[in-house]
């Protein structure tokens, strides 16, 4: 079965340093996107990403954050000037043109800032 | 705005035995999309069900039911035969339609479901 891998599946930086998370998407999706996991919390949305360009956003996904997918396949999250609070689970997950089909999340990046 | 609601933090239930799954939620949309996500300890998360709100009938995939009440905004989650395996967190979301668009998912709290051997 098709699935949307993320690297790293770990990092830890250091408060103030940039992140690049990568995401490699299922080939035939369309739909991309980017979820944050606080310990403990509930999954939430930061971006979604389609045509090359970003559809939507949250309100968490600030200036801090950018997203891109420079090469066609790579899909990554950019996480400037990291703060602690940015330590989370990050998924990425995929969905394909066709409506109402669930998203395909890949397995994650647990992300902590120290 | 939608919200989802999952109101039971935790539950248990013994293998074999069938436990359901709470979720409700809040929306002024009358077309929408309801899934149940599993996340095991790997964190990963993985489709168990979707619901298409626009079909009164309830989806199932082998062991995993669910039961949409529509008018009530109620969509809870039948797991039949309980396996150690479906030991995780259980995240129930919404997503309304778009024509065509893919909108972003709604998720609830969650509700780590225990299996007990």
């Known amino acids: 079965e098709p699935e949307v891998t993320q690297t790293p599946s770990h990092q830890v930086t250091q408060m103030g340093q940039e992140v690049i998370l990568r995401c490699v998407p299922i080939?035939?999706?369309?739909?991309f996107y980017w979820y944050r996991q606080i310990l403990g919390q509930k999954v939430e949305f930061l971006v979604s990403?389609?045509?090359?360009?970003?559809?939507?956003k949250s309100e968490i996904f600030d200036d801090q954050f950018s997203v891109e997918r420079p090469d066609g396949s790579n899909f990554t999250l950019k996480i400037r000037s990291t703060k602690l609070e940015d330590s989370a689970m990050y998924f990425c997950?995929?969905?394909?043109?066709?409506?109402?089909?669930?998203?395909?999340f890949g397995s994650g990046t647990r992300l902590t800032v120290v | 705005a939608q919200t989802v609601t999952q109101s039971q933090p935790e539950m248990s239930v013994q293998e074999a035995e069938t436990v359901t799954l709470s979720c409700t939620y809040d929306?002024?949309?009358?077309?929408?999309?309801l899934f149940w996500y599993k996340q095991p300890p790997s964190r990963q998360m993985i489709l168990v069900i979707r619901?298409?709100?626009?079909?009164?009938q309830n989806a199932t995939e082998n062991r995993f039911s669910v039961n949409f009440q529509k008018a009530a905004k109620s969509f809870s989650l039948k797991i039949s035969d309980s396996q150690l395996g479906d030991a995780a967190m259980y995240f129930c979301?919404?997503?309304?339609?778009?024509?065509?668009?893919?909108?972003?998912?709604?998720f609830g709290k969650g509700t780590k479901l225990s299996v007990k051997p």
């Open positions: 979301a919404y997503r309304a339609t778009g024509g065509g668009s893919q909108g972003n998912l709604i």
């Open positions: 990403f389609y045509n090359n360009e970003i559809s939507e």
């Open positions: 080939s035939n999706h369309l739909y």
């Open positions: 929306t002024s949309e009358s077309d929408y999309y």
């Open positions: 619901q298409e709100a626009y079909k009164q």
């Open positions: 997950a995929t969905a394909p043109e066709r409506e109402g089909y669930g998203y395909t």
